[in-house]
């Protein structure tokens, strides 16, 4: 099995980390943890099983913004990097083209939870990941119903047995 993994030279950042293969779920999270292919953490392995339960045969996780929240606990990081952004939107392109030149529609995974809430910037890095995920005509899910004015769960914590549903991503974002 082939990997995707990129971070930045200081490991305070991962843009995304998963496997290769023919049919992807994309799942798009907050707060990367410090997982890497050699190593992966109960959120990741969640990904895992909620892709291969749903018919997919591989996974990619990217975050709404790349900062490793362990480092911000221990002081190395924090706050809004518009560049750490812009090179997590260069990131997610990339790994958009490459899955739409193999599918017909990228599949993303509303994973980010309430978590979304805990910086002011978080929501306008969405945003800009919505406009970007457009122009590769992804088509957007979750595993549980999301309540008008709520936001999807974060990936930890859904359950793997969970069906598919169809996520009105501007919905949401209107919404907010």
């Known amino acids: 099995m082939g990997w995707y993994y ?31 292919p050699a190593s992966i953490d109960d959120s990741i392995l969640n990904v895992e099983q909620m892709a291969f339960t749903n018919g997919f045969d591989s996974w990619i996780m990217m975050n709404v913004y790349p900062r490793r929240m362990e480092k911000q606990a221990n002081g190395t990081g924090g706050g809004w990097d518009r560049d750490l952004h812009r090179e997590n939107l260069k990131h997610i392109r990339d790994i958009l083209a490459e ?45 549980t119903e999301v309540p008008d004015g709520e936001h999807p769960e974060h990936c930890l914590d859904s359950v793997p047995a969970g069906e598919q549903r169809p996520f009105d991503i501007d919905r949401y974002l209107a919404r907010q």
């Open 99 to 143: 899955i739409r030149e193999k599918e017909e529609h990228p599949v993303i995974w509303a994973a980010w939870g309430s978590y979304i809430k805990e910086q002011d910037h978080y929501m306008a890095c969405l945003e800009e990941i919505v406009a970007l995920a457009k122009e590769y005509e992804s088509r957007w899910i979750t595993f």
């Open 6 to 36: 990129a971070n930045n030279d200081v490991q305070s950042a991962r843009y995304y980390l998963g496997t290769r293969g023919k049919k992807h779920l994309l799942c798009l999270g907050m707060s990367p943890g410090v997982s890497t």
